[in-house]
């Protein structure tokens, strides 16, 4: 009976979550709701996408885990370096005609993925269209969007907000990336057990999901435009001067020393991405190849993301009553009570077995960004109302130890597993879930002390004429630790301890160098 009504349940604690979020933008730009639900639609094609584009590399096309390596990290580095250049041409031609065309480009990749093409030659070369288009549609669409939620803060009443207003724009994007998971692998099943197709041939239709989000965004974004039709960029000069504020031309008095500092930040951003981005490689083959494929009791709950739901529910419900007044206290009590009720309620009956698909482990990162958001938000908030909020380098420099602490964590654990099999990639163990949901917990922390306060970060220091170029700078960080992210791929056959190892290194030692030039990168925060 429970489970018939548990849908209903869930969509109405959705509906008073969703008015949590707005009242959690209250006091920051109008236009900043818009712009994240507009990422939110493109972000959730993405990472339905992405969160089985690996295992259809091995079940469609037979690629080995060094091709699937080299596949998979090529177009993470292409995703990430266009906006480079997607940011250039923003700054000549405009950022709004740039992400509207990005969204139109993105459609016709996906489109293009979503149709089975066979195993044969034509299908890698139309697979490799696809994912060029796909790459070609972010580079104009995402750096851009981002800079034009910067300039929502350019005024000096939001100015203070920056910092907060990129957590939570970061925390609404990933509510897309939460329900891509469940979303690729229940029309995958629905392909297979509805309509006959093969697993090789059920991929394309989470491909397809891509081009309904993709479309979706585009309509929010329009909806929206009036919201933000004040930051949309111009390509006449003397506008730019007439928009331009007193604090941006301090800026461009010390335009190089800003640019060198930028470049630096840029040079730590890409070993946090190559180590973060095992989640597509290295952890989805470890889920798939090492983790129990099922789980029981209240453990098994966390792979239904109803569950996960109802748990953000409840924290949330938690700051309401913390934070809020009047009726969204009763509202705050209301997700509390049901979303515990419903916790209650799904308990699985003893010895009752959850099947555990490899994909559905990436939930747990967006899952977690959501549930952190307000308590990193409350956190710094609170510090920086003592005068004691650590400055966006530190944020960064601290990010990369807890990324390091992910990695030492997996390393302990993984001592005397077998190594992999890079070829067949046949089931070695059966390590209990809890180990990489633990992982991307640690992951998670890490991220939201490095990416929105990055991104925060390149917005207010760069130069007013090289917004565009400078958002396109983290990018290309992003593009090449993206790269990088094969080398652990090639690397697996070996011992997990030597795979983990590494990357644990890599992220120790950038925090090292971030922390030895601490002074010079706070001197332009």
């Given amino acids: ?6 849908t209903p349940i869930i969509v109405g604690l959705f509906v008073i979550w969703f008015c949590f979020l707005l ?17 939110t639609g493109e972000r959730f094609g993405y990472y ?22 080299e596949t998979f990290s090529n177009f993470l580095f292409v995703v990430y370096l266009l906006p480079l250049f997607g940011g250039m041409l923003a700054d000549k031609y405009g950022y709004s005609k740039m992400v509207v065309m990005g969204i139109m480009v993105m459609f016709i990749g996906y489109l293009i993925l979503s149709v089975p093409l066979g195993k044969e030659t034509p299908a890698v070369i139309a697979m490799g269209a696809g994912l060029l288009l796909v790459s070609l549609g972010t580079g104009l669409f995402k750096g851009n969007l981002q800079v034009m939620v910067g300039d929502l803060y350019n005024a000096p009443e939001f100015a203070d907000k920056r910092d907060s207003g990129f957590s939570l724009f970061y925390m609404a994007i990933n509510i897309g990336a939460l329900f891509a998971p469940t979303a690729a692998i229940t029309i995958m099943n629905w392909a297979q057990t509805s309509l006959g ?19 979706a965004s585009i309509l929010i974004y329009y909806l929206g435009k009036r919201t933000f039709a004040h930051v949309i960029g111009t390509t006449k000069k003397a506008d730019k001067a007439a928009n331009t504020t007193d604090a941006e031309v301090a800026v461009e008095n010390d335009t190089k020393e800003r640019i060198v500092c930028l470049c630096l930040v840029f040079a ?15 952890l989805t083959w470890f889920a798939d190849e090492y983790t129990a494929q099922t789980s029981t009791g209240i453990e098994s709950m966390m792979f239904d993301v109803r569950n996960l739901l109802a748990l953000i529910f409840i924290v949330y419900g938690l700051f309401g009553i913390f934070q809020s007044k009047g009726l969204p206290r009763i509202l705050a009590a209301i997700m ?4 515990a009720f419903f916790l209650y309620n799904m308990v699985p009956a003893a010895g009752v ?12 990162n967006p899952c977690f960004v959501v549930i952190l958001t307000p308590v990193s938000v409350a956190l710094f908030g609170w510090l920086a109302s003592k005068g004691k909020e650590p400055k966006a380098p530190v944020k960064i420099g601290l990010g990369m130890l807890v990324a390091a602490c992910a990695y030492l964590w997996l390393t302990l654990d993984s001592v005397g597993l077998p190594a992999a099999d890079p070829v067949n990639h046949v089931h070695q163990a059966n390590v209990g879930p809890s180990l990489l949901v633990r992982t991307y917990l640690i992951l998670t922390f890490a991220e939201l002390l490095l990416s929105p306060i990055g991104i925060s970060f390149v917005t207010k220091v760069s130069p007013v004429k090289y917004k565009g170029m400078m958002m396109g700078g983290w990018f290309v960080a992003t593009a090449i630790g993206n790269k990088l992210v094969s080398i652990p791929g090639h690397m697996w056959g070996m011992d997990l301890t030597i795979v983990w190892g590494t990357l644990m ?21």
């Fill in 336 to 339: 509390i009570v049901a979303g």
């Fill in 353 to 364: 077995e959850t099947s555990i698909s490899a994909p559905i482990f990436q939930h747990f």
């Fill in 197 to 215: 197709y093969s697993k090789a041939d059920s991929y394309h239709f989470a491909f397809a999901v891509a081009c309904v989000s993709v479309i």
């Fill in 268 to 282: 730590v951003v890409i070993f946090f991405w190559m180590a973060f981005h095992q989640n597509g490689l290295t």
């Fill in 48 to 69: 339905t996408m992405l969160a089985v584009f690996v295992l259809f590399l091995h079940d469609n096309f037979g690629f080995d885990s060094g091709w699937a390596s």
């Fill in 23 to 39: 009242l959690s933008y209250k006091g920051q730009p109008k236009g900043l709701w818009t712009l994240a639900l507009a990422n």
């Fill in 505 to 525: 290194a890599i992220c120790l030692l950038a925090a090292i160098f971030i922390f030895s030039i601490i002074k010079k990168l706070n001197k332009v925060a």
């Fill in 1 to 6: 009976m429970f489970e018939t009504l548990s």
